[in-house]
């Protein structure tokens, strides 16, 4: 019996001993490292108001992950500058959340932005080695808009050369790959900013789209964007392509994180008066758009012309994210809109404005390194791949012509069937994929663009992940609404959650 309760006892001694150990063990063990891979806004910013982690170990995470996997392992050549403030604004904005609080849901988030927007801290190029030394004395709206609410500018991401294409190669930053697939091209032109956000180099990222150049890297790199409608957001402060098609905005990982930049970067800006010339613009956020129900009872107008010619797997899972909608509560019906093609073919406006527009910035410059797109071929001062687009657009001789004034009509044509389609039918929005062609091998040209319905019509469009192929390159699908739609696309949008961490860039 003795030896029964010695036993007892030494068993119920080394279970204390042993649990005293591994609390203590536990105590002293470091806590798992907060990992910024794949992390959305809210998460960030309630790991540091929970204490743990600070905006000072985001940056350190994310220039980690830039020198890791953008100038080595899959050198995807997404950035072209980094932000030598950006720890000494991170320490600034720490010091200010102990002492007052955070400013709002982006404070102390470090973000990037595509190198046409102006930045006073960093040179701002376009991509182009004419424009390396280019300095701007002020920051870009958006910019500033963003800096108010607690952002952190890591740097400055590499582009199509002066926005003119969709596949992210200039002479300053080589060409960016995708993080999918590095052999393959990112979509552009901000697929700088694309590739770095879904590689997790920073919370999310401002691009600009004159064609596609939100919505193709969007769907390329599994992410969301929003082409708003004209004077959503201001352009001042950005490199121009072409002012009638022009327009700013972030590219996210969620279409949560999307909502919460938008909120932080629209507005009017008397410096750009397309944001204060329409009085339709709606008073609510975009954050309060976000319901996961948006999509009972929405009709959607599937436009079947634009899934022709198409990957059979690219249009297989935008199908099928369709009917996935279908099974959320919305209700489809076919849409036709008469020439389309032809109104498509002739709206666009870039080669005419590009050429006068960049002058004009220029000409607004303090001692500009260059004066006009002449000179930049002049000099040799680009890239080989953007020969022969540049000559073309030199080559016009004024700014106002027959040909020019044929497209704007044909924009205001082709908008007014689209608005008329959606109010005949009841529309909440217009649904087809982005890009019908997988993102094209690098040195290929890409194919399979759907973006001029958008960019031509001036109505906004909504990019949002669809899924993947199965050779694990993202899909993305596109929804084009009525003028000032914009936050009822985003709710749309939020109601299909797509976004998926399977499978993972750069990992």
Known sequence: M???????????????????????????????????????VPELQAAMEAGTVTARDLVEQYLARIEAYDGQGPELASILSLNPRARDLADILDRERRARGPRGPLHGIPILVKDNFDTVDMPTTGG???????????????????QAAGTIILGKTNMHELAAGITTISSLGGQTRNPYDPSRNPG???????????????????????????????????????????????????????????????LARTVTDLAIALDATVGPDPADPATTADRARPDSSFRAALRADALKGARLGVVSALFEDGDPDVVDVARAAIEEMKGQGAQTVDVTIPE????????????????????????????????????????????????????????????????????????????DRIVETLAREKIAALVYPTMRRRPAPVGEAQAGT??????????????????????????????????????????????????????????
């Open 340 to 415: 389309l093609d032809e109104l498509l073919r002739t709206s666009g406006v870039i080669n005419y404005e590009f050429k006068f527009d960049l002058m004009d910035y220029l000409a607004k410059t303090p001692r500009p390194p260059v004066a006009s797109l002449a000179e930049i071929l002049d000099r040799g001062l680009y890239h080989a791949a953007l020969d022969a687009t540049f000559r073309r657009r030199s080559a016009v001789e004024m700014r106002d012509s027959e040909e020019y004034r044929k497209a704007l009509s044909a924009r205001r044509v082709l908008a």
């Open 188 to 250: 552009g032109s901000s697929g700088g900013t694309g590739a770095a956000v879904a590689a997790s180099f920073a919370a999310f990222g401002l691009g600009s789209d004159t064609c596609g150049s939100i919505r193709i890297p969007s769907a390329h790199n599994n992410l969301a964007g929003l082409r708003g409608t004209p004077g959503l957001s201001s352009r001042d402060g950005i490199i121009p392509l072409s002012l009638t098609q022009d327009i700013g905005g972030p």
């Open 128 to 146: 182009s080695v004419a424009l390396a030394a280019h300095q701007p004395s002020g920051d870009a709206f958006q910019v500033r808009r963003l």
């Open 2 to 40: 003795f030896s029964h309760i010695l036993q007892a006892t030494l068993a119920a001694l080394v279970l204390s001993l042993t649990l005293a150990f591994a609390g203590r063990a536990a105590r002293q063990a470091p806590a798992v490292p907060f990992d910024v891979v794949e992390k959305g």
């Open 450 to 507: 759907n973006c001029q319905l958008s960019a031509h019509s001036g109505l906004p469009a909504l990019a949002v992940q669809a899924g993947f192929t199965e050779e694990h390159l993202p899909v993305g699908i596109e929804l084009l609404g009525a003028p000032w739609s914009d936050a009822t696309l985003v709710g749309l949008g939020y109601a299909f959650p797509r976004w998926s961490t399977t499978p993972r860039p750069c990992r």
